[in-house]
């Protein structure tokens, strides 16, 4: 009984493990430029904060103004949601307090513009 109880122990365990969520760590292109954004946390319903850095030509750039849109389209008995956060520049990487208010797939739009007046846009999508 007690080998029984200790299987069954592993199996839940190691169950629970590969349902476990990650942290957030995505890349991909606006235009020219190459843009890497992540959480440290797992994203969760409620106030997250969103890590963005932005290269062009592998060079860090670390005068442009970044904004992230988070947007979930209406579906029946519930009205489109979305919420805008301006991010700022602190120890080497953008930074934006996002809110989800539910879980479920969330749009994400990441704006960039550079010093020239110029923008970007990343469109990509994460899963609560």
Known sequence: MKKLLVAIFAVVLGFSGA???EALAKKGMAGPLEVEYSSEKPLSQ?????NIKVKENGKEIQNAKVSVTASMPAMPGMPAMEQTSEAMFVNGSYMAHVVFSMNGTWQINIVIETSDGKKQRLKSSVNL
Do not use: L
């Open 19 to 21: 349902f476990a969520a």
């Open 46 to 50: 409620g106030m997250n904060m969103i």
